[in-house]
């Protein structure tokens, strides 16, 4: 903690306060034209170096106000009133209050019939629930990028890892010219576009895709910035080479390069990389990949959910080396009624490192300690095309097609040692396996999405169908030595397995959903829903031994191989009330539906027949009482009905002291889950308020039973238990403390309860946790700039079988970010802080502290800003150990993930562009 304090407090002495003198500015608004004063006109006091908003108000039903606790200096004083031409004047206030007496305003009219003038736009303005800000009105640095500009605007936050949050709330969507600008992901925009290019910036709440479709608001709403364009700056191209390395061990390389004119845009890239696992960033992968990792679902109510995820090619543990490379091209024409999105991506990831893990296993009476270590290493390559078409058909119906392919080939090989002893030390097992697998995996997807919208408002179709193919084959080896021991640590019994195995799976899916709304009356509409499910999935699993005699293997070993056919039949339907006005919307419904399991076992020739059906009420309730601020209510029910492997599992025995059973007699379980939260935010303050509570309960939730002999072999099965519930809380504050610097705190309690059965005997485990967290960050023109985040998280774990056992700790997570800005030398320093601590326990006794400190220093070496050089260093103290600890059920585990450690690199980059620099914001 002595490191940790240290540098909390090197950070915190950056922070200096200065209590300036506090003057007030008073006045009287009146129509000198009329003779009367004016009530509830809008006066604004702006700083006149930068006009950035500092406080407002509103006059009273005399036409006086007063601006009170302003520091002394210089403001432009701004006076708004409906159908009146904005007053706007300079003043510097010094001591005291600067008393304004009548400011007189005119009538637009009046006006523009006298004289035609150039008027002075404020720099904040709302418009119903959107707050608009004139780009020009707030200063930035040359060539800077848009998150510098949003740092300098009241109530909009950006943090050091490009993340932002607008009026409390967390931006998911940047748009530019209310449509998206190679990616909407916010980090892409902001840091690929120049601030200069931005003529207004407005914030608001975007409804979903649907609402805006059917014209029925579902609640369902997104934090979303749009960032309108100066008409000159709408075409141009950037691209970036970058090569580092520290002529060792350690080195990377990119080339990128993007086209834009108008709608169209081509892009590709080029990346080798062995220090950290995704060669290109969040950014970048948005900007020159294509986002082909996105999803989109029609859910049962008629929503629409669209998300994002990584592969297998995007993470993992170990020490990678990487090749990545595509082409992207994107157009649209025909004003938009056409669009295309086409892809090509090559990756190409190997992997090599040391796992360790400890795992404390709490049993009626005793407990047992597992602890083990593999070596492993992959290949992974990858070709992946991804095409998507729409075609807005006309003003009320749209066709969108989306094709995916993929051919992924992998080489992985692992060498594992494990033990178990009892709390007394007793040895009791002892395992050492090789595998080694090859596999190649064929996938295929397409989806076709039409949607249309008829004359009468609110009365709209959509229907979706989604096909996929998938065929996958893999060969490999297994060869095991396994050991047991008696109560007294003496060996009892060895098996040695030597194995091929081989597995072929060819799955089809085809899922189609038709969603319709109708108007009922004024303010009312109904939602049906109807979705049918068909998949096959052919799967053969061939298990042989080596045969003595020529040393080959061909014995087929009966029970670890089979081969079933398994088809799967779902019809699901909906109706949904949903009855919307101005400050709030309410929803109401259920759906029911039924899914036939069919199981053919081709080798004992065989049939299985399960059908369960399902039924999923939903009530939701929305109330906003006036702009910024929010009441919610959720409540959804559902069914989950056991898998094919919880049913009938396929017999595996790569890990022969893990082995699993099925359970013919599963029932499918129901989940309640209720949701209400809310929240208040001051846009002008940047003062925002929230909270939100969650609890589920399952009943006949699908547990664990499993039972571990005298030797610790462990046999799984699942089984259906009562008592499982999950209860969650936050309650969130934050607030400006001087202008650009602001603090949040959070504190979130959690209690869950997981019931399980080990060795015959039903387990209670209580899970308790409370989490507080404080985050502060100052982002101005000076030539520092930080953020800091620091959580502390209490953890307490129970289990019935052992009352005498509670496993109680601690854990520290903390993030700090520190910029230097030598702008007259053209000079950016960055230190970067990760800190993980957990707490010992008793079968845990180290203390796990984990600091790690990353710098870079940059330097632009070039007048045209284009050429930089870079120096920086990964892991200073050399302690990244890629600890996790987790606790649930009766569980209780340790991992250290071998990973990369300290290193130096030394960076030349060469960005070029014109319009939209792509570069990485101050």
Do not use: C
Request: positive net charge; without cysteine; proline residues 2%.
């Amino acid at each position: 903690m002595t490191k940790l304090t240290m540098i909390g407090l090197f950070f915190l002495a950056t922070i200096t306060n200065t209590f300036a003198q506090q003057v007030s500015i008073k006045g009287t608004i009146t129509d000198t034209l009329n003779k009367q004063n004016l009530s509830n006109a809008v006066v604004s006091a702006l700083r006149a170096k930068d006009s950035v908003l500092v406080k407002f108000t509103r006059t009273n039903k005399d036409g006086n106000f007063e601006i009170p606790n302003l520091v002394a200096g210089k403001y432009i004083v701004m006076v708004t009133y409906p159908s009146y031409a904005d007053y706007v004047d300079i003043i510097n206030t010094t001591t005291g209050v600067t008393d304004l007496g009548k400011i007189p305003v005119i009538t637009k009219a009046t006006l523009l019939q006298e004289v035609i003038v150039k008027q002075t736009i404020g720099s904040i303005r709302m418009k119903g629930d959107t707050t608009e800000y004139k780009a020009d009105s707030f200063k930035v640095s040359a060539n800077a990028d848009v998150q510098e500009l949003l740092r300098k605007m009241p109530g909009i936050q950006v943090n050091s890892k490009g993340e932002i949050t607008a009026q409390g709330e967390r931006v998911q969507k940047v748009l530019v010219d209310g449509e998206e600008f190679f990616s909407d992901d916010p980090a892409v925009v902001t840091k690929n576009l120049r601030a200069d290019a931005v003529d207004k910036v407005q914030a608001f709440d975007k409804k979903s895709d649907q609402a805006v479709f059917t014209g029925i608001d579902d609640g369902q709403k997104i934090k979303t910035l749009n960032l309108t364009l100066k008409e000159d700056k709408k075409k141009g191209y950037f691209g970036k080479a970058e090569a580092g390395g520290d002529f060792d061990r350690y080195g990377y390389g990119k080339l990128l390069a993007n086209s834009f004119k108008g709608k169209r845009k081509i892009s590709g890239y080029l990346t080798t990389d062995n220090t950290k696992f995704e060669s290109l960033n969040w950014n970048e992968n948005q900007n020159y990949g294509g986002n082909t990792n996105m999803t989109t679902e029609v859910t049962d109510d008629g929503g629409i959910m669209m998300w994002g995820s990584g592969d297998e090619f995007s993470w993992g543990t170990g020490f990678p080396r990487s090749i990545t490379g595509g082409f992207h091209f994107s157009n649209k024409w025909n004003k938009d009624k056409h669009n295309s999105n086409n892809t090509y991506q090559f990756n190409q990831l190997d992997v090599s490192g040391i796992n360790s893990n400890k795992t404390q296993n709490i049993l009626p009476g005793a407990d047992l300690i597992s602890t083990s270590v593999q070596d492993q290493v992959s290949s992974r390559k990858r070709n992946k095309i991804t095409s998507t078409y729409e075609w807005q058909i006309d003003s009320t119906s749209s066709l969108k097609v989306t094709a995916r392919g993929s051919i992924v080939n992998s080489n992985m090989a692992s060498n594992f040692i494990g033990r178990t002893i009892t709390s007394d030390s007793i040895l009791l097992n002892q395992s050492n396996r090789n595998t080694s697998t090859v596999d190649e995996n064929k996938t295929m997807n397409t989806t076709i999405f039409y949607r249309k919208r008829f004359k009468k408002m609110g009365r709209t179709i959509s229907w979706n169908n989604d096909i996929n193919y998938n065929d996958r084959a893999d060969d490999g080896f297994l060869t095991a030595e396994n050991t047991f021991y008696d109560a007294f640590g003496t060996l009892i019994r060895r098996d040695n397995v030597d194995q091929q195995k081989t597995n072929k799976q060819i799955a089809t899916t085809i899922n189609s959903t038709i969603n319709y709304t109708e108007p009922l009356w004024k303010n009312t509409f109904l939602v049906l829903n109807y979705k049918l499910s068909v998949s096959r999935n052919d799967a053969e699993r061939n298990t042989f031994a080596k045969n003595a005699a020529n040393n080959k293997y061909e014995n087929l070993v009966d029970t670890l191989s089979n081969h079933f056919i398994f088809n799967t039949t779902g019809h699901n339907g909906s109706v949904n009330i949903r009855y919307n006005v101005k400050k709030f919307n309410f929803s109401i419904g259920t759906g029911i539906g039924t899914v036939n399991y069919r199981l053919n076992d081709l080798v004992k020739k065989t049939d299985r027949n399960v059908v369960f059906n399902n039924f999923i009420p939903a009530v939701t309730f929305n109330y906003t009482p006036k702009q910024q601020r929010r009441l919610n209510f959720s409540y959804n029910g559902s069914t989950r009905n056991p898998s094919l492997s919880q049913i009938q599992p396929i017999i595996d025995n790569i890990d022969p002291l893990n082995l699993t059973i099925g359970n013919p007699n599963l029932k499918q379980s129901f989940v309640h889950q209720f949701n209400f939260g809310g929240s208040d935010y001051k846009v002008l303050k940047s003062r925002s308020v929230r909270f939100n509570v969650n609890y589920s309960k399952t009943e006949n939730a699908i547990s664990n039973s499993s039972f571990v002999d005298n030797q610790g072999r462990r046999i799984n099965q699942a089984i259906n238990v009562a008592g499982n519930y999950s209860l969650s809380g936050s309650v969130g504050y934050n607030f400006e403390i001087i202008p650009s610097f602001n603090v949040g705190v959070n504190i979130g309690p959690r209690i869950n309860q997981f019931a399980n059965r080990v060795n015959g005997i039903d387990n209670i485990t209580k899970n308790r946790s409370t989490d507080f967290s404080f985050n502060m960050g100052y982002w101005g023109d000076k030539w520092i700039n930080f953020y800091a985040y620091g959580s502390a998280v209490r953890n307490n774990s129970t289990t019935s079988i052992r009352p005498d056992i509670s496993t109680k700790f601690w854990s520290y997570n903390a993030y700090a970010n520190l910029q230097f800005k030598l702008k007259k030398i053209k000079t950016y320093i960055d230190f970067d802080l990760n800190a993980n601590i957990y707490q010992k326990t008793a079968v845990f006794a180290d203390q796990r502290d984990v600091y790690i400190l990353n710098a870079s220093a940059r330097k632009v070496i070039s007048k045209n800003d284009q050429w930089e050089i870079k120096a920086s260093v990964n892991d200073l103290f050399n302690q990244n150990l890629g600890i996790n600890r987790n606790a649930s059920s009766n569980f209780i585990t340790e991992s250290t993930n071998q990973t990369i450690q300290r290193y130096f690199l030394f960076s030349l980059i060469w960005n070029f562009s014109k319009n939209g620099k792509p570069n990485e914001g101050f």
